[in-house]
């Protein structure tokens, strides 16, 4: 079983839809959690960064930690094209040697 | 742009060489981490440097080797290669060894 699971999907919606990633995880140690946007080809871009459990927003991002079930979660409102990528959830526990664990990376795609 | 550079771009080699591949961190991080993203293994981290000392190895073969140098670029060693090597290979910095990471652009590396 791999450490962290992500569904690579992949996922299509249409524009302004609401798009729901999620991941959980086996490792209870985990306490930093991150998602990332790739587009085709280029390196991953940081999204959203938080420290264990609660939720943090950010214009039209909103992620959500709940540690009592090890599951992540992103939600994107109002999507765009411009949000069509591949979304990789990552995480590490509090450790100095700070290795990111990453899920597989769920594709979306928004149709305008 | 995140700030972080990788050279080259792309590589074509071929099955027994060896190639080094280069990072120049963004200004100021003192850490650099080198991950290999391949379709079927997704994004796994290899090795940490921190102002110039290893701090952590994930799943690194011996052919492969890293550095850090005292002016905090990195350089990634590739040796023997063999056709499964092929993948991109991402560079990421962070200010120090427990902070968010950003990721460079990245390079293609191609084994015939």
């Known amino acids: ?112 | 742009d995140s700030g972080v550079t990788q050279t080259p771009k792309h590589l074509i080699t071929a099955t027994g060489q060896r190639v080094t591949l280069r990072c120049s961190p963004r200004s100021g991080d003192l850490s650099v981490y080198w991950y290999q993203q391949s379709l079927d293994q997704g994004l796994q981290f290899l090795i940490q440097y921190y102002n110039g000392e290893e701090r952590a190895k994930g799943n690194i073969l011996e052919r492969f080797s890293a550095q850090q140098f005292p002016d905090l670029h990195s350089e990634l060693n590739l040796s023997s290669l063999e056709l499964g090597d092929s993948a991109l290979y991402f560079c990421a910095s962070s200010p120090r060894t427990a902070d968010t990471q950003y990721f460079g652009p990245g390079t293609r590396l191609t084994v015939l």
């Not at chain 1, 985990?30 to 790739?38: A, L, P, T």
């Not at chain 1, 994107?76 to 100095?96: E, G, K």
Request: include cysteine; charged fraction near 20%.
């Open chain 1, 1 to 112: 079983q791999k450490e962290v699971e992500q569904d690579p999907g992949p996922l299509s919606v249409p524009e302004g839809a609401i798009v729901s990633l999620n991941c959980t995880y086996s490792n209870s140690a985990f306490q930093y959690f991150m998602w990332y946007r790739q587009y085709s080809r280029k390196g991953p871009e940081l999204l959203m960064y938080t420290y264990s459990s609660g939720n943090k927003e950010d214009g039209r991002f909103t992620a959500q930690v709940d540690k009592s079930s090890k599951y992540i979660s992103l939600f994107i409102r109002d999507s765009q094209p411009s949000d069509s990528a591949t979304y990789l959830c990552a995480m590490s526990p509090p450790h100095n040697d700070y290795k990111l664990s990453f899920g597989a990376g769920t594709t979306v795609t928004v149709r305008a």
